[in-house]
């Protein structure tokens, strides 16, 4: 089961996961967070929570990045466990998932934060 939480902030969007992306209901939930943002400039799942991925989760991690690169969005997931990281080794998309670190999701929180507060 995949439990999913959604947050805008300014251009960022999140999309907080929660348990297993195995199955293609699961797959397509993701995907339809994910497209949900389509208006955001940068994308983070938050892989924290995801136990397993396996292999209709890999092939929908990699339809999304592709999608966010077909909509000009930089897509990043953030804090993969091992066990997750090491399954997104074995994919052979276009490129190599970008892995945001939590140095750097401090600073795009950060500046969502005060672009959103500019703009408010």
């Known amino acids: 089961m995949l ?29 339809r967070a994910v497209t ?26 990699v339809f999304l990045q592709r999608w966010a690169f077909d909509h000009k969005i930089q897509l990043k997931l953030f804090n993969p466990r091992k066990s997750v990281h090491d399954r997104l080794g074995v994919v052979n998309s276009l490129q190599p998932f970008e892995i945001a670190s939590l140095q750097e999701m401090m600073v795009l929180l950060a500046n969502a934060d005060s672009r959103f507060a500019m703009a408010a």
């Open 36 to 61: 949900s943002l389509e208006s955001s400039r940068i994308i983070v799942l938050d892989l924290s929570e995801v136990s397993t991925v396996e292999g209709g989760g890999l092939g929908m991690l």
């Open 3 to 31: 439990d999913l939480g959604i947050e805008r902030i300014g251009g960022l969007g999140i999309v907080e996961c929660r348990g297993r992306i195995v199955r293609s209901e699961a797959a397509f939930k993701l995907r």
